[in-house]
């Protein structure tokens, strides 16, 4: 299995649309519906995960499997590779702008949190979540 393939143009293209979708969810339930700050950011991760999980699943990995397991395996690496890209990029950025203000620091690392996070949690769904199982699999997923 290569590293790099068609799968991490596929992944960014998945990114982009879940990432509007999810958005698109959260500012119209915050200035349309009223709902609270929480809700309707909640709704943003809950939608735009959703979108994620089917279209990694089904478009950008080719992944066939049908089970529970593979959904919690989608939301443990959801969770993991947050919690690891932006508790890397903080300290990591405030060291780098030392002297420079606390908003231009804070808004760095949660860019550079991004970064960091698309990166490793494209190599987590590749491969964990959405990880194929036999040969036959791992050919249909480099031909396309």
Same mark, same amino acid.
């Given at each position: 299995? *290569? #590293? ?5 143009? *596929? ?14 969810? #959260?500012? =119209?339930?915050?200035?349309?519906? @009223?709902? /609270?700050? +929480? !809700? /309707?950011?909640?709704? $943003?991760?809950?939608?735009?995960? %959703?979108?994620?999980?089917?279209? $990694?699943?089904?478009?950008?990995? *080719?992944?066939?499997?049908?089970? +529970? ?6 939301? &443990?690496?959801?969770?993991?590779? +947050? =919690? ?7 300290? !990591? %950025? !405030?060291? =780098? &702008? ?11 690392? #949660? ?6 996070? %698309?990166? =490793? $949690?494209?190599? @987590? ?5 959405? *990880? ?13």
């Amino acid at each position: 299995m *290569k #590293m790099i393939d068609n799968t991490i143009p *596929k992944f960014l293209l998945t990114g982009v649309i879940n990432t509007l979708v999810g958005a698109s969810v #959260m500012f =119209l339930l915050y200035n349309l519906a @009223g709902c /609270s700050y +929480w !809700l /309707s950011s909640a709704a $943003n991760y809950l939608v735009g995960g %959703t979108v994620s999980f089917f279209l $990694n699943k089904y478009f950008t990995f *080719k992944n066939r499997e049908r089970s +529970w397991a593979q959904v919690l395996r989608f939301a &443990l690496t959801v969770a993991v590779c +947050w =919690l690891i890209a932006y508790g890397i990029a903080k300290p !990591l %950025t !405030l060291r =780098l &702008l030392s002297g420079m203000g606390e908003k231009l620091q804070t808004n760095a690392a #949660m860019v550079v949190g991004m970064g960091l996070y %698309t990166v =490793l $949690n494209y190599l @987590g769904q590749r491969f964990f979540a959405f *990880k194929t199982t036999t040969q036959e699999d791992a050919d249909d997923h480099v031909a396309d």
